[in-house]
């Protein structure tokens, strides 16, 4: 008798988003038109997510799309993701203003990215190259 093993291992996102910031990422579309996110890799105050209109921010051939929240595709550069390949980030919304380029979350908000380190039983999901 041959035994069937199928794996419980469940498939999870890499990037996801709180309710804050989909409902951010809906009103910065309503208002501008297409999204997109880059992870920045970040120094001293550590690393944060632009969001900058779609197609405003140049991707390399080595930047990973590591998924997209609230429609809106969510980049990380492959250095980075070889370093972050076991965690799962989660987009959310913080006061204050944003720094550098990005555009706000909303008035007075910025987006921020928080991280968990995958469990045993998952399986991150897949990612890919922007070309």
């Known amino acids: 008798m041959v035994s069937d093993h199928t794996s419980t291992?469940?498939?999870?996102?890499?990037?996801?988003?709180?309710?804050?910031?989909?409902?951010?990422?809906?009103?910065?579309?309503?208002?501008?038109?297409?999204?997109?996110?880059?992870?920045?890799?970040?120094?001293?105050?550590?690393?944060?997510?632009?969001?900058f209109e779609l197609g405003e921010f140049v991707l390399s051939d080595h930047d990973v799309l590591l998924g997209d929240v609230g429609g809106c595709p969510f980049y990380i550069d492959h250095r980075q993701f070889d370093a972050w390949r076991h965690t799962q980030l989660i987009l959310d919304v913080g006061d204050g203003l944003p720094e550098g380029f990005s555009l706000p979350a909303g008035p007075n908000e910025h987006f921020v990215t928080d991280s968990r380190v995958y469990g045993p039983e998952e399986s991150p999901g897949g990612t890919s190259c922007p070309r």
Do not use: H, N, W
Not at 24 to 51: H, K, N, T, W, Y
């Open 9 to 51: 291992v469940a498939s999870t996102a890499r990037v996801i988003a709180t309710a804050a910031a989909l409902e951010a990422i809906r009103r910065l579309v309503a208002e501008r038109g297409p999204v997109m996110f880059f992870q920045s890799g970040g120094c001293c105050d550590g690393s944060l997510p632009i969001c």
